[in-house]
Nanobody, 124 residues
């Protein structure tokens, strides 16, 4: 059974850091692309970052502040978030992509499996 478990969220002050983890089971992580998404109250779910076959992609809003990485031995994808801003507040989800062109990584319908989400709150 394919499962994704997101963790690592919490409350942090502006300018702080968090590292999110996405633990995968039921499949080999290096066979699939993994995306991080976020959804704030009243807003649509948006793509934050994506990793596959050594390629990494970021939304413009997080470039230079967030870093995605993967540990195949632990079957886990990480999202290191630095210089956090109040507008980064959202529930963050990880998801496993279907086969897709890299240009479509931002679109949620291209992901077949989703983790349960972890809350990130950036506030003083």
């Amino acid at each position: 059974e394919v499962q994704l478990q997101a963790s690592g969220g919490g409350l942090v002050q502006p300018g702080g850091s968090l590292r999110l983890s996405c633990a995968a089971s039921g499949f080999a992580l290096d066979d699939y692309g993994i995306g991080w998404f976020r959804q704030a109250p009243g807003k649509e779910r948006e793509g934050v970052s994506f990793i596959n076959v050594g390629r990494k992609f970021y939304a413009d809003a997080v470039k230079g502040r967030f870093t995605i990485s993967r540990d195949n031995a632990k079957n886990t994808v990480y999202l290191q978030m630095n210089s956090l801003k109040p507008e980064d507040t959202a529930v963050y989800y990880c998801a496993r992509a279907a086969r897709l062109p890299f240009s479509l990584w931002r679109a949620p319908p291209n992901y077949a499996y989703w983790g349960q989400g972890t809350q990130v709150t950036v506030s003083s």
